[in-house]
């Protein structure tokens, strides 16, 4: 994507947790000239209340209200270990009708280009370590979540089938796990960092232990809302395979459940007790993901620590991690009235 005039750049899901990392890095002025907003560049960001992305009458609507040149499409009905378990039919059937609106009518609309989101949770149960782009099909998803799992795989397919038919430019990118400002903190179906911080915050109000599901030992990597941000700005820019691309920091920054309780400890100046629930789930062990394919394009991208204004190289340190942790706790505690419920 060049500069050109008159984008319309589309966001579906631009009300979520990566839809508003990237209204902050393409509008922040500490954000690097190459990921900031273009002139000649419109960013429509939707949410739920602009239409029902299920509903094909309400997808077309939008569509021909904007005609958008791009779409970046995040939209999807997502949730933690335990939603995914309990509501697999509506995992399925509602990220299925969502990718298949957005994804027809691109092509109807003579769309540019589309980057959908898959998930590293979507690869086979089970598998040989790191994972990479080219084994998502390879076996079937592990049972705690394979409605959201094969409904994100067909998004792959649908990718490849409307570019072999028609030449479309879908393609996808694969985050790891993701956290931020803005994520939902719910206490039910939340995903495990800002489960977690609700939970300490909570434990720390009313001087209860901070009681934690699972043994704390499955090993997960995390990136920051920011980081994915600005490597999704690179997708759209720059990114011409329709094979996806895993949006991850390295194998060596994977960490424990127990890391990142301690870490939300810490942030929350939580002095009281925590405990371990080991009658409840753990999931996947791990899903180590390969970053290679991402280091092959950006060899030199930095990750910015806002806290410091110190840039440092994409191989992401356990220090960057507690920085985000650090202003995602300080986001909670300073937005809880407000938009945790
Ligand atoms: P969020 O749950 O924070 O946001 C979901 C977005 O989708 C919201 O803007 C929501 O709108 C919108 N949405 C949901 N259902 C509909 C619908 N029926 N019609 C229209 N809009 C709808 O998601 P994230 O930002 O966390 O995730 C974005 C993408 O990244 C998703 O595709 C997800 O699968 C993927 N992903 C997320 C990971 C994570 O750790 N969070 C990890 C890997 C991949 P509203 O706010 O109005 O309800």
Redesign the pocket.
Known sequence: MLNEENVVILV????????KALQRVITSEDTEKKFSKRSGENWIF?????????DQDQASSIFKKHKPSYVI??????GGLYKNMKFKADFYR??ML?NENILHLSKVYNVKKVI??????IFPDKTTYPIDEKMIHDGPPHESNYG?AYA?RMVDIINKVYNEQYGCQFTSI??????GL???FSLEDS?VIPGLIHKCYLAQKNNTPFTISGSGSPLRQFIYSKDLAELLVWTLREYKEIEPIILSVGEEDEITIKNVAEEIVKAMKYTGKVDWDTSKADGQHKKTASNLKLRSYLPDYKFTNFSTGTNLQIKISFKIFVLGIKETVEWFLANFDKEVK
Not at 73 to 78: C, D, G, P, R, T
Not at 116 to 121: F, K, N, V
């Open positions: 579906t899901g631009g009300s979520g947790l990566i839809g939707l949410s739920s209340a602009d239409g029902d992305l299920r499409h995040l939209a999807a009905l997502v509602d990220n969502m959908s989101c898959l998930s590293t949770c959201y994100k694969i985050p790891t796990n993701i956290y803005h994520d939902n995903h």
